[in-house]
């Protein structure tokens, strides 16, 4: 089965510029998160949607984040403008409840770097 | 507000050796335990959970104890190997929120 994508891998930019990371989750997964991870500590959840709708955007500093997931399957998150503080790993889970777990899966993470 | 933390940064220990990794949480309605490895470069990925209803879980060489007495996790990895190196993480989810709460995380450092 394949893991949920991410693009892109690592992306530089200057503070004020916007930037827009890109998940594909696991296939037939309804429920999908997008963390942030600063360095040295553990993921923070930014948004998480259940199919194409927002079930939990309180962390999401709206003010200069978006993000949408318009047909129920991949999803995008944007920055802009960015700031020194949003350098950080930007990582993408999905999950699909099953039983008893409620087991994430994660992406490789989008590593920013905002200069 | 709520919040999970680990007691050590970092633990080191000998190739071979049973290791103890140990998590506190605070909100008392959390209902799932879910413990995470992190190797460089990588995202987060699934060890072992538990339920509240539960005080310990076996795995392949994971062991986890819920103690909701005081509110702690552990993870024990037996006889631990270099591929075992990573930043291991604790998260739990509140049965009021939903979503999971992760601490931040512990770096294992095994010694050949």
């Known amino acids: 089965e394949a893991g949920v994508a991410q693009s892109p891998r690592y992306k530089i930019i200057e503070k004020r510029q916007s930037v827009a990371f890109w998940c594909n989750p696991i296939?037939?997964?309804?429920?999908l998160y997008w963390y942030q991870q600063i360095l040295g500590q553990g993921p923070k959840l930014l948004i998480q949607?259940?199919?194409?709708?927002?079930?939990?955007d309180s962390q999401l500093p709206k003010d200069r984040f978006s993000a949408e997931r318009l047909k129920g399957v991949d999803s995008t998150l944007k920055i802009q403008p960015a700031k020194l503080e949003d350098s950080a790993v930007y990582l993408c889970?999905?999950?699909?409840?099953?039983?008893?777990?409620?087991?994430?899966?994660f992406g490789p993470g989008t590593r920013l770097t905002v200069t | 507000g709520e919040s999970v933390g680990l007691h050590l940064p970092t633990l080191s220990v000998q190739e071979g050796d049973n290791s103890i990794i140990n998590c506190a949480y605070s909100n008392s309605a959390s209902d799932y335990f879910i413990w995470y490895k992190q190797e460089s470069g990588k995202g987060p990925q699934f060890i072992i959970d538990i339920r509240s209803n539960m005080d310990k879980r076996q795995g392949q060489r994971v062991t986890v104890l819920l103690n909701k007495t005081v509110k702690h996790l552990s993870l024990q990895i037996a006889a631990t190997q270099p591929g075992d190196s990573a930043v291991y993480f604790c998260a739990t989810r509140g049965s009021n929120t939903g979503k999971l709460i992760f601490g931040q995380g512990t770096t294992l450092q095994v010694k050949p």
């Open positions: 296939s037939g997964h309804a429920t």
């Open positions: 889970a999905s999950s699909d409840v099953k039983g008893a777990t409620y087991e994430q899966y």
């Open positions: 949607f259940q199919n194409n709708g927002v079930v939990d």
